[in-house]
């Protein structure tokens, strides 16, 4: 599916039905109102390798590059594509400032603490567990996280493969911890977003875990500075498409 139908698209992004790296990278594109086509795969829980996130961007002259991973196809499509030639950015800011810094060390935690480099999904689950639900949710039900099985073929770090034997529940809560006591302070500064006073990257990276809360079982409303930043979130339109996009039902 072409999700501008008004442009030709150079951007092609193909991610399994639901994941979180894709669920990240279309919200950048829509963000960015970047015109993409939109390939949703089957996963197989069989074999996870087979179903990552690409993002190819063919370019006029036919050519273009092919990229796999998050941090790869982030940084390509804020530097191409996030910012004019006076030099204004909407979800990142200039290279080597304080608040780019910023943003690029909250990914790499976010990375480390929820083990990215491995294929963490949104998933339907069959019964609907209507006693977590949060009320923001009501007219959309969200998938919950499931864990894929873990295969360490990139001679992860032994950072990475002990993170990835916490349960994941346990690093979604230490991750809602986290960003409650940051937001709070982010407030008490005059601040509503992770870096700086804009939306960046690094929002839309954590997005799709604080999304998931009701559905793993948290109710996000006890934690009501994250409950703020999720509907501040929520409210943008680039946000709640991207998320659409590919958690679509049938597409």
């Given at each position: ?79 191409r594509y996030d910012g004019d030639h ?32 491995h294929h963490h999904l949104h998933q ?128």
């Amino acid at each position: 599916m072409n999700v501008f139908d008004e442009e030709p698209s150079t951007i092609t992004l193909s991610t399994p039905k639901a994941s979180t790296t894709g669920t990240t990278i279309a919200i950048i594109l829509e963000e960015l109102r970047l015109p993409y086509t939109l390939h949703l795969l089957p996963h197989s829980s069989s074999s996870p390798t087979t179903t990552t996130t690409t993002l190819t961007d063919i370019h006029r002259t036919g050519h273009g590059p092919t990229l796999h991973s998050l941090p790869s196809i982030t940084t390509y499509l804020l530097t191409r594509y996030d910012g004019d030639h006076h030099h204004h950015h909407h979800l990142s800011y200039p290279p080597h400032s304080p608040e780019h810094i910023a943003v690029q060390e909250s990914l790499s935690k976010l990375a480390d603490r929820m083990g990215i480099t491995h294929h963490h999904l949104h998933q339907q689950d069959s019964e609907p567990d209507n006693k977590h639900e949060h009320k923001h949710h009501h007219k959309q039900r969200l998938p919950a996280i499931k864990e894929t099985d873990v295969v360490d073929n990139n001679n992860n770090t032994a950072k990475e493969t002990a993170t990835a034997t916490v349960p994941f529940a346990r690093r979604l809560l230490s991750l809602y911890l986290h960003l409650e006591e940051y937001l709070s302070r982010q407030r008490r500064g005059g601040g509503g977003w992770l870096i700086g006073e804009r939306c960046t990257v690094a929002d839309i990276a954590h997005f799709p875990y604080v999304a998931a809360a009701s559905q793993y079982g948290f109710d996000l409303e006890r934690f009501p500075e994250l409950t703020g930043w999720y509907d501040r979130m929520m409210r943008r339109h680039g946000v709640r498409r991207g998320w659409e996009r590919v958690h679509l039902e049938g597409k």
